[in-house]
């Protein structure tokens, strides 16, 4: 198996937001195809918040890869070198501490995910191994703070998780 990664962005202007979504991906170094599978499609929708009208991508490691797996190894990698310290490394607590999500967020992966997550409209993107075993609803930092300390993992041992933040 790989790694996966998909996303919806709900919006009324679908035409703009594609627009948005093309724009951050080339500044992220990140392919964004504009299908999903129908099976993730039907998981996704199962948070309320995420029916209804919206841009649906996946997010692949480039334009030559179907996955994203290759994106969280280079993340975990640069997680883990950040981890100096216990509250660091996320030995207390869910998430990761100021440092690990510095080095997160300077990653393509973490570049693509703050950039969804700062659009300004609700937005979710799941990172995973088979199908969505876990939802976290929170806000934008929350979910980026704890894809921070799930990308310590390896891909193959990711909590399979739809990360939404409300916008």
């Known amino acids: 198996?790989?790694?996966?990664?998909?996303?919806?962005?709900?919006?009324?202007?679908?035409?703009?937001?594609?627009a948005a979504l093309r724009r951050l991906g080339a500044r992220a170094g990140v392919s964004l195809v504009f299908r999903v599978d129908d099976g993730d499609l039907d998981e996704?929708?199962?948070?309320?918040?995420l029916q209804g009208q919206g841009v649906?991508?996946?997010?692949h490691s480039g334009p030559d890869e179907m996955d994203a797996t290759?994106?969280?190894?280079?993340?975990?990698?640069s997680v883990r070198q950040c981890a100096s310290s216990r509250t660091t490394a996320g030995a207390v607590g869910p998430h990761a501490g100021e440092a690990a999500l510095?080095?997160?967020?300077?990653?393509?992966?973490?570049?693509?995910?703050?950039?969804l997550f700062g659009l300004g409209c609700p937005a979710a993107v799941a990172l995973v191994?088979?199908?969505i075993e876990r939802v976290l609803s929170g806000s934008a930092l929350e979910?980026?703070?704890?894809?921070?300390?799930?990308?310590?993992?390896?891909?193959?041992r990711s909590p399979n998780r739809l990360y939404f933040a409300g916008g």
Request: glycine share 8%; proline share 1%; hydrophobic share 45%.
């Open 143 to 156: 979910c980026l703070h704890t894809i921070a300390a799930d990308v310590r993992l390896p891909w193959d």
């Open 129 to 131: 191994d088979g199908g």
């Open 44 to 49: 996704m929708t199962k948070v309320q918040r």
């Open 1 to 18: 198996m790989s790694l996966y990664s998909f996303g919806k962005v709900v919006c009324a202007d679908e035409s703009a937001m594609v």
């Open 102 to 115: 510095a080095c997160f967020l300077a990653t393509r992966l973490g570049q693509a995910c703050e950039g």
């Open 56 to 59: 649906v991508f996946s997010i």
């Open 70 to 77: 290759r994106l969280w190894c280079d993340a975990m990698t």
